[in-house]
């Protein structure tokens, strides 16, 4: 199967017993489809998605992409971007340079960095921004910058953990609507992490409920 699928994934924390987060999870995503995971706070849907793109090691299970086994592929190498709840930025660069980070870690030349820069910048509606300073941003434009430094590289998969959660409502909701038209736009595979079923619903074209660890 194309796209991204989890196989009966489990996930466990050290304790006596340990602490089981994730039960069985299997799931997809097809190329170019969003998902989301929704589900109250507590339920294992961020430590699914830290083992579906590699930050945690997962207890049992696979993750696979295109059929081929990635669950034991380091997490810079499976070709998923991440998209945190602060957008963690780099106060000390530039929008431009942020943008350009992974493309500089990959090595790609100058040339072809700047021209991938200025069009995500396009795409997430932020032309004319390169030089400014992260501090100098809003919060809706500093989950934008951090959208479009994670899909600098071209993931075959973005993650997105509560992406829009620290925004006031009125900007979640806006932002809600302009991530998922990005994503479409550069035909980008997403799995989604909310806890608003309003949010789940704009975003994705499919919504997967979890609860106490278990896809419902």
Known sequence: ????????????????????????ASLSVAPGETVALLGPSGC???????????????????????GADVTDVPVHRRGFGLVFQDGQLFPHRSVARNVAFGL??????????????????EIVGLTGYGERAI????GGQRQ???????????????????????????????LAVEVRDILAATGTAALVVTHDPAEAQVMASRVLRMSAGRLQ
């Open 1 to 24: 199967m194309s796209g991204l699928t989890v196989e009966d994934l489990r996930v466990e924390y050290p304790g006596k017993p340990p602490v089981v987060a994730v039960e069985g």
């Open 44 to 66: 294992g849907k961020s430590s699914l998605l830290s083992a579906i793109v590699g930050i945690v090691e997962p207890a049992g299970g696979r993750v696979m992409w295109d």
């Open 104 to 121: 500089e870690m990959a090595g790609v030349a100058r040339d072809e960095r700047r021209e991938r820069v200025e069009e995500l910048l």
């Open 135 to 138: 501090t100098e941003l809003s």
């Open 144 to 174: 934008r910058v951090a959208l479009a430094r994670s899909l600098a590289p071209r993931p075959r998969l973005l993650a997105l953990d509560e992406p829009l959660s620290s925004l006031d409502a009125d900007l979640r909701a806006r």
